[in-house]
């Protein structure tokens, strides 16, 4: 059996991608590009297609990843007045509540520190998907009794990228910049500065 296999699965408007790669004496290698065109987007069509894709490659649970598309999560930058994390925490699920267009506790969120200031205020990144949005996709691991190591969105992929860039010393990390992933349906600008990401947008 193949080990050291890390899967990531996506689906977008058009397509069922899959990726895996495998560590092999210490070097991560590209072994599996897989990409299924949809014609339909009923739930028993998406289905057949995800379960087709699912089992014609191996698969280990643990190191599955599922991409969620950038135009179904919510990305917003706020500042709120600390510097310590557990206030920062407690801080977040406030904001929300005028920041975004569903109930609080319809959505899952996330965030991540971009900026610490001396007058005491934090910048921060927050991620925002609503649950029925993430229940839609689990469904298809459930169905198929695949249980899914972790679920991410399109934007993180690309911050991997451009840390790639970073360290083959492609770029020039002390400025702004713009990475554009483009796709069949949606395609997606990511801006980077002081090695974060500030800001992605999905353009159709």
Known sequence: MNKNISTVIEITDYHIKLLQTQVLRGKTHLITCDIEPIDSHTEEH?????????????????????????????????????????????????????????????VVFDYYILDKSEDGYTTVMIVVVHKDVIDRYLIFFRKLDIPLNKLTFSSLGIIQLYYFLRKSKDIDVKKSFLLISIDAGHSELCFFRDKKLYFSRSIG
């Open 46 to 106: 998406l289905l057949k297609l995800f379960k087709k894709v699912i089992f014609r490659h191996h698969i280990q649970t643990s190191n599955l990843t599922f991409i969620l598309p950038r135009k179904l999560v919510i990305l917003k930058q706020i500042r709120v007045p600390s510097v310590h994390e557990g206030e920062i925490d407690k801080m977040i699920g406030l904001q929300l509540v005028n920041q975004i267009p569903y109930p609080i506790q319809d």
